[in-house]
């Protein structure tokens, strides 16, 4: 699993989504967590992390959000060369097909479906987290 000390950012427009999001990662022992409420606000704090040598460790982000959606930022992390490789879990109450294969084909480390149990989204983190690990 992700080293309790592991930077995390929680993306999502939904405070009681974040809220959530957090209690969960706080009862996993994590503490270096910190939240945007879309994807253009979550972007500059990326670019901060970048730029002191101390970048996010997993990105957990919604999909649907104002002015910039997670799968555009998904994008934007996988086309930036210092942190492409950065565990991204999305987070969306959409379960379509296309919307998977948009995620899968942009990259991203895995999907996670709301509304989730405490288990589902630990399971879903020690997945990304497999997938992230060298072999």
């Given amino acids: 699993m992700f080293a309790p000390e ?4 929680v993306v999502d427009d939904m ?12 009862e996993l022992g994590f ?3 910190k939240e945007a409420d879309d ?3 979550a972007w500059p704090l990326i ?9 996010y460790g997993l990105i957990v982000c919604d999909w649907n959000m104002p002015t910039m959606k997670g799968i555009d930022l998904l994008k934007k992390v996988r086309a930036h060369i210092e942190i492409a490789k950065t565990p991204f879990l999305l987070v969306t109450a959409e379960a379509e097909i296309g919307q998977i294969s948009e995620a899968i084909s942009a990259g991203v480390s895995d999907y996670l479906v ?3 149990s405490s288990s589902v989204f630990s ?5 990304v ?5 060298p072999k």
């Fill in 15 to 26: 405070i009681t989504m974040r809220k959530i999001v957090r209690k969960n990662l706080s």
């Fill in 129 to 133: 987290w497999k997938k992230a690990s």
């Fill in 114 to 116: 709301k509304p989730f």
């Fill in 47 to 55: 670019e901060v992390g970048i730029a002191t040598k101390q970048p």
């Fill in 123 to 127: 399971s879903k983190l020690e997945a």
């Fill in 6 to 9: 592991t930077k995390i950012l």
């Fill in 31 to 33: 503490k270096e967590i």
């Fill in 39 to 41: 994807g253009a606000t």
